[in-house]
């Protein structure tokens, strides 16, 4: 079964550097989707970047990166010149290419972003 | 911008007591979902759904859950007999295409956190 683990359940990076958020998975599946969702409070999650298995160049999304390890089953997301407005739980996610729709997450990792 | 809206944000109830949560997802969407976390917890999916029917859901979306869409906007979860561990945040979202199909996007709401007492 697939797994999504998220090692930092809170962090805190100050206004305008950059910080980045840890995610590991679990699969034997070779062809897959990853994203990262950001829900700030009391909103909605929205996509923030996502990330195809069979590409090798990682995403971006004008501050917002990824280091996709395929080997090593890891996939971070570095957000460069932080924003007060960065401030939010992220998710990390998983998802098959086909067969199913279902997405797994982590367990999240909650960022606060400091003036 | 459209968005998945949901209803109500916050709902308490006594153990063993009917809830429905509901959900307008976005209106040209084809495909509906509802995950749930439990505090602290992973995001967890429960079920999806599409032309009116499910299709796919996970092994905690039990006997005592079932989802409807009785009037083409609204989508609906409804949990017949309600226990203390079902206490969590439920999150509806949907997708123009399955499984937000190459793009991958779902669209969430905002939750509804059900307290059981």
């Known amino acids: 079964a697939q797994t999504v683990t998220q090692s930092q359940p809170e962090m805190s990076v100050q206004e305008a550097e950059t910080v980045t958020l840890s995610c590991t998975y679990d699969?034997?599946?070779?062809?897959?989707?990853l994203f990262w969702y950001k829900q700030p409070p009391s909103r909605q999650m929205i996509l923030v970047i996502r990330q195809e298995a069979y590409k090798q160049q990682n995403a971006t999304e004008n501050r917002f990166s990824v280091n996709f390890q395929k080997a090593a089953k890891s996939f971070s997301l570095k957000i460069s010149d932080s924003q007060l407005g960065d401030t939010a739980m992220y998710f990390c996610?998983?998802?098959?290419?086909?067969?199913?729709?279902?997405?797994?997450f982590g367990t999240g990792t909650r960022l606060k972003v400091l003036a | 911008e459209p968005e998945v809206t949901q209803t109500p944000s916050h709902q308490v109830t006594q153990m063993g007591q009917e809830v429905i949560l509901r959900c307008v997802p976005i209106s040209n969407h084809l495909y509906f979902y509802w995950y749930r976390q439990i505090l602290g917890q992973k995001v967890e999916f429960l079920v999806s759904?599409?032309?009116?029917?499910?299709?796919?859901k996970s092994e905690i979306f039990d006997d005592q859950f079932s989802v409807e869409r009785p009037d083409g906007s609204n989508f609906t979860l409804k949990i017949r007999s309600t226990k203390l561990e079902d206490s969590a945040m439920y999150f509806c979202?949907?997708?123009?295409?399955?499984?937000?199909?190459?793009?991958?996007?779902?669209?969430f709401g905002e939750g509804s956190r059900l307290t059981v007492l």
């Open positions: 996610a998983f998802r098959e290419r086909s067969g199913t729709y279902k997405y797994i």
């Open positions: 979202a949907s997708s123009l295409l399955r499984g937000g199909s190459n793009t991958g996007e779902l669209f």
């Open positions: 699969t034997s599946e070779n062809n897959y989707y």
């Open positions: 759904f599409y032309n009116n029917e499910i299709s796919e």
